[in-house]
């Protein structure tokens, strides 16, 4: 069961490192919401959708933010946001591009397609760090944030 007070945050992230890191960075910053992860696209649909291995909301709780890269296989980032921001039960999860991707056109795209942020990951851990502390502290501190859906 989720704590509503400390909602789950959900990263589709390919690279196991990058997995492992984020994750340290997290425990670093005190951060005390639940953080799973997703290997590419299609799983982050899957999980949202309570499909296949995610079948049931018991396995798949909603998160309250999704993180996610833009460079995944079977399915990208921005096809994945596009398909998230159409679907009236996910659109309301704020979901941050958390990518390596500086390139303009990935950032227009983005926010076109409604990401509600974007932010290139720092490959520098202490820079790492200090950007997901200031996501927490924006996005669970900051802001109010909708339901979480059912």
Not at 47 to 66: D, F, N, T, W
């Amino acid at each position: 069961m989720i704590d509503l007070n400390h909602p789950l945050i959900l990263m589709a992230e390919d690279d196991a490192d990058d997995q492992l890191l984020v994750q340290e960075a997290f425990a670093e910053c005190g951060v005390r919401e639940q953080l799973r992860f997703v290997a590419d696209g299609e799983e982050l649909l899957d999980y949202l959708l309570r499909r296949g291995a995610y079948a049931g909301s018991a396995v798949a709780p909603r998160p309250g933010l999704i993180l996610l890269d833009l460079n995944m296989p079977r399915k990208g980032g921005l096809e994945v946001l596009c398909e998230i921001k159409a679907d009236a039960a996910l659109k309301l999860i704020p979901t941050v591009i958390l990518t390596t991707s500086k390139a303009e056109e990935d950032i227009v795209k983005s926010y076109g397609m409604h990401a509600n942020c974007y932010v290139c990951k720092p490959v520098e851990f202490e820079k790492l760090a200090e950007v997901v502390r200031t996501i927490h502290e924006f996005w669970f501190s900051v802001v109010t944030l909708p339901p979480l859906p059912k």
